[in-house]
């Protein structure tokens, strides 16, 4: 009974440090992004090949917390997909590997302006597939658009 505690105490911080070596999933938050509290900015899940990002929503908010245009939406999706664009050029990839995006907007009568901006920033031959959700608000009165986003990219 003693050897068998004394090999299972030998080798378990052995077993968990490869399991903590070996978990596909990687939680993490960008410097060049506003700071947030409480939660992960993104997680990277290693897929063999490839790597997929998962982004969470991001807001229309600069390095320093402050909110980027204030009542104009061309503006704040511009800082949005700026944000997601560092997140996803941080984990090694381009706005190329965005995937998929998830829209939550106070007011999709602006969606024309959302759209012109977004165009900037997503590959249009091969555009990545989107939901669009009208919502009543959003965490700040001012903020008028999240997004989540999702790239796969090549390792």
Known sequence: MNRLLFTIFLFLPMAMNA???NNPVKFFSSPAVAPVKGYSQAVEIDLGSSKMILLSGQVPLDVDRKIVGIGDMG???AQVFENIKKIIEEAGGTMDDLIKTVIYTTDISQIPKFREARDKYINLKQPPIST????KKLFREEVLIEIEATAVIKK
Do not use: D, H, I, R
């Open 75 to 77: 503006l704040q999706t």
């Open 19 to 21: 399991q903590q070596k």
């Open 132 to 135: 669009l959700v009208e919502v």
